[in-house]
């Protein structure tokens, strides 16, 4: 079992940063990706970023590319979501994921096992 813990959620206005944390803990030796999906209400979740635990490859979604920049520390077994330049269509709940899948990369959820319980990002006009 995985455990994951997000942090670092709040209100900005747009234009503004923030920087997600997620901590790991229990068995993580074989999550090969972890990964950042959001969730707007009413909307389906959607995959942000991920990093493969193995050589960092990076992969993110349209959306937030040039925006958005995923890492990990593996001596604090932390993943970190850094998002500049947020903007309204940014708000919702952004969740921590982790995939024993080789398919992690492709921001899926369903290749994800394991999912922390989310910290909400809001971002004003």
């Known amino acids: 079992q995985v455990q994951l813990v997000e942090s670092g959620g709040g209100s900005v206005q747009a234009g503004g940063s923030l920087r997600l944390s997620c901590v790991a803990s229990?068995?993580?030796?074989?999550?090969?990706?972890m990964g950042w999906f959001r969730q707007a209400p009413g909307k389906e979740r959607e995959g942000v970023a991920a990093?493969?635990?193995?050589?960092?490859?990076?992969y993110y979604a349209d959306s937030v590319k040039g925006r958005f920049t995923i890492s990990q520390d593996n001596a604090k077994n932390t993943v970190y979501l850094q998002m500049n330049s947020l903007k309204p269509e940014d708000t919702a709940m952004y969740y921590c994921?982790?995939?024993?899948?080789?398919?992690?990369?492709?921001?899926?959820?369903?290749?994800?096992?394991?999912w922390g319980q989310g910290t909400q990002v809001t971002v004003s006009s």
């Open positions: 990093i493969s635990t193995g050589d960092t490859s990076k």
């Open positions: 229990g068995y993580t030796y074989n999550s090969r990706y």
């Open positions: 994921a982790a995939s024993i899948s080789p398919a992690g990369w492709n921001l899926w959820s369903h290749n994800y096992n394991y």
